[in-house]
């Protein structure tokens, strides 16, 4: 299994950060791709993360999912990318492609035409601005089998999100080792308590 997130200028670190280090604590192995032609790429709260690849350097074909965090300047930036555009549709095209998106990154989905043919959610606030063929207000959807689509509504949630996207690509005992290494079923069960 192989994974590439898209950094752009003003993401949402905490999305890409949890991502990125959940799936390759699954021996998932996950680049990081810079969409705006420099390797450091600098999020929204001004922390800097060195990408693996920029984006002209690699090729959609080559990953089983493609991700996009949110932050709104990151997710305009994406969503002004043709390339990115493109590597997301050719990915919702093909037969086992997944797409994971989460926070205001569903918006890419939309300039994409694929929020149209799915559910899916949103950060709340920006609900109005994603024409989803049915939008979900809960924090996680999973799309149908047919094109797998993982959404969620923001930095809170990304450990639940890349969690998912483990689970979708390793299975359900590789979920559980990894939430259970990050303590999840303990802070679960304190909340309850």
């Given amino acids: 299994m192989k994974a590439m997130i ?3 200028k003003d993401y949402e670190e905490t999305e890409a950060v949890a991502v990125i280090d959940i799936l390759r604590r699954a021996e998932i192995a996950i680049d990081v ?4 032609g420099d390797l450091d790429t600098v999020g929204d709260h001004n922390i800097t993360i ?3 690849y920029l984006l002209e350097d690699i090729k959609g074909a080559d990953y089983d999912i493609l991700i996009t965090p949110g932050g ?3 997710t305009n930036a994406l969503r002004e990318n043709a390339k990115v555009i493109d590597l997301l549709k050719e990915q919702y095209r093909s037969d086992s492609g997944y797409i994971a998106s989460i ?7 939309d300039k994409a035409g694929i929020s149209q043919e ?11 601005q994603v024409n989803f063929k049915e939008y979900v207000a809960d924090e996680l959807v ?12 923001g930095p809170a949630t990304a450990y639940y999100f890349a969690l998912e996207i483990v689970r979708q690509l390793k299975g359900q005992e590789v979920h559980d080792q990894v ?3 990050l303590l999840i079923p303990n802070v679960e069960a304190a909340v309850k308590a």
């Fill in 142 to 153: 999973v799309n149908d089998k047919d094109h797998q689509v993982i959404t969620s509504q």
């Fill in 6 to 8: 898209l950094l752009s």
């Fill in 103 to 109: 926070c205001a990154s569903p918006r890419v989905l």
């Fill in 33 to 36: 791709v810079a969409t705006e």
């Fill in 50 to 52: 060195r990408a693996d």
């Fill in 179 to 181: 939430a259970k290494a």
């Fill in 72 to 74: 709104v300047g990151g």
């Fill in 118 to 128: 799915i559910r899916g959610t949103i950060f709340p606030a920006l609900s109005d």
